[in-house]
């Protein structure tokens, strides 16, 4: 055999070998990146700018809306003071975002008579609320590195509370129809309400699951 064919041969290997590795580095380094930003301070912060803008701008859109109404007298010389079907463009964008957070915020409406104070408390659920999805993803894509640890009852007792309210949430809307509601609204509620209630539902089972393996 000769020297120089066999040198050739393990130098075209060693580069082959080195080609790929560079290939996967490239093709894994995107995801990898990804894997390693902090999503739960990217996706609260810009939560709570999103919901202060649209609560800003739904208060200038229904002010005007008002205004335009005041503006109009109907043939007895009555005054239009509010339509009661009418919702600004904003709450409904701020309706499909952050339904859930509307839905945890809503009595705090009946207890506290300042809207300011309601809104505040709205925007602070908002951020506790994207922080904890961030969160989530952070942890189910590094779950490898995680210990796994052992459900106990108040976790199981929380995701089964989590599963009724959400499934009793989503029967309700379906029940009730969309009225006035647009269509992309209803949608968004609908697909809110089924996307939690399947959440809690696959949370139950593996809580379920894990306390079978470790009796």
Do not use: C
Not at 124 to 140: D, K, N, P, S, T
Request: net charge positive; no cysteine.
């Amino acid at each position: 055999m000769n020297p120089d064919t066999g040198t050739r041969a393990v130098e075209s290997e060693s580069n082959y070998s080195g080609n790929l590795q560079i290939g996967n580095r490239r093709s894994v380094s995107p995801s990898f990146s990804l894997r390693r930003l902090p999503w739960r301070w990217i996706f609260s912060p810009l939560h709570v700018l999103l919901a202060v803008a649209l609560l800003i701008g739904g208060h200038f859109e229904r002010s005007k809306h008002e205004a335009q109404l005041r503006a109009q007298s109907t043939d007895e010389n009555w005054h239009l003071v509010m339509e009661f079907d009418y919702m600004p463009l904003a709450f409904d964008l701020l309706t499909i975002v952050d339904f859930p957070v509307m839905l945890a915020a809503a009595p705090a409406a009946a207890v506290f008579h300042s809207r300011f104070v309601v809104d505040m408390f709205f925007v602070a659920l908002v951020g506790l609320f994207w922080y904890r999805i961030g969160r989530g993803l952070e942890q189910r894509w590094n779950e490898r590195q995680t210990q796994s640890k052992l459900p106990s009852k108040f976790v199981l007792a929380a995701n089964v509370t989590g599963f009724v309210v959400s499934g009793a949430v989503l029967v309700s809307i379906l029940w009730s129809g969309s009225g006035a509601t647009s269509l992309l609204v209803y949608g968004a509620v609908i697909a809110w309400s089924a996307g939690f209630m399947v959440y809690f539902g696959v949370k139950v089972g593996r809580v379920r699951l894990s306390r079978r393996l470790f009796q």
